[in-house]
């Protein structure tokens, strides 16, 4: 039963528990966050408040500072339990078997192979988005008396530029192939009608903006960076739209499989909205933009449309980020709002990143299990996968292998680096198949032990992720993988490798036989 939009999606997390109603005033500026950031650490810090633990619960405002009437809820995704109720699942290792289910099919031999492939076809075809002739987020357009600064949109940290849209689902098409691409791009609000558009270079509604670029700049293309290429910030009359622009739609509090797609590192070859239709097992509802050629979710809150000026570049952030520091100012492109559709009364969706746990870490783990599947494609060796929170995703990968010859660890690490988003990973360790990646004590015991750290420390040069604030340029620098998995002879090494320490199975059962007498002797009976 997938959730219809935002609204339904509330409904459940109420009834489970998962949402508190705060009617105390609150500002956007800053104090949403120092709330929400307290809640999802579960560090309650007044007199008198306790410690829980972290991953507290969403979090409806209906009081906000300024914005009378105004709803914002945000934490929705901040916690392992509702991360899988917002895919509807009991463990999210179910997505990953039904991804499974989907890449077991083998090529069919004969007549009665294709017409057991027909069900999962027919299923998968049900996935496909539809396009309607109108939803609810048509419910308020606004083509010309429009603001953003009408929603509660949140300055997160001290340091922050002002105020981010932190939520937002961004809608592009390749100029060449028709592909649409959502991607949750962060939006530094610069007026009424103009944010920041911050894609990164190596994302996909960046990699759309240079395809436009390219046409327009053909002698520029594959010798400069066509992102930190422009003219100049060239001011244009209001309401003037250059011909070469972008077009961009831009959807905020939509289901939660769709606001989860945007997030979800896809080859640029599948629609989110195709994923989204997967996770949720029913296929979304589209709806043609007012003022763009682009189609957004029908029930999403509220629609931006606008474009992005092939000819801008603007100053963006300081913006407190995920790290648990500010990224700092950089130049991206400029978004221009041409159209707001809203539902009435619209509920604005949006997070905090900042020091972990927080909400994204959440999000991102539903990540990892969820590509694990798809990560063995390419690596077959593989059995776990574990980027731990404090790793900040793109800082750390914890990864376990089934090692069959030698060097095989390395193999491992540039496949990684070769493998989408993967590429930023700062840090991969290695280890054999008797690690539970999971477990940080087994991990970090296991690999410092096995490790020659000249001999087994790879370093390589490459793409970096723009967050990064270490690496000798922005967007490129040094990864360095570990191989701490056992060395062999055949990989040079002679010496005896040591037995891990295990008690005898007889002894064992001695002392669970005397278990008894002695756990009350121990006093913890
Ligand atoms: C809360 C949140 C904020 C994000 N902000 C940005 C951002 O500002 N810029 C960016 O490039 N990626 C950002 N990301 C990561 C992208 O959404 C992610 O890399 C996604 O896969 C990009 O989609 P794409 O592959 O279609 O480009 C953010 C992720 C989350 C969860
Ligand atoms: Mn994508």
Redesign the pocket.
Known sequence: MAYDDLRDWMVALEAAGELRRIRTQADPILEIAEITDRVSKGKYESAGSRSVPAGGPALLFENVKGYPGARLLINQFGSDKRMRMALEVDSLDEVAERIRGFMDVKSPQGFLDKMKMLPMLAEMGKFFPKTVPSGACKQVIKGDNFSLLDFPILQCWPQDAGRFI??PCVITRDPRTGKR??????MQVYDERTTGM???RQ????EHYRERLRETQPDAAGRVDLMARSSGGAVLAEGSRPSGAMEVAVAIGTDPALTFS?????P?EVE?FLIAGFLRQKPVELVRCETVDLEVPASAEIVLEGYVNLEELRTEGPFGD?TGFYSLQDQYPVFHVTCITHRKDPIYAT?I?GKPPM??GW??KAVERIFLPLMKLSIPELLDVNLPIEGIFHNLMIVSIRKSYPGQARKVMNAIWALG?AMFTKCILVVDEDVDVHDLADVTLKVLNHIDPERDIQFTLGPVD?LDHASRLPNYGSKMGVDATRKWASEGFSRPWPDEITMDAKTRSQVDGKWKALAHELGLD
Not at 203 to 206: E, L, M, T, Y
Request: aromatic residues 6%; charged residues 15%; proline residues 6%.
């Open positions: 932190t939520l691409n959502l991607g949750m791009y962060r911050h894609w990164q994302k996909i509604g960046a945007a997030i979800v590192p896809a640029p989110e995920h997070t990143v909400e994204d999000m991102g988003q723009s």
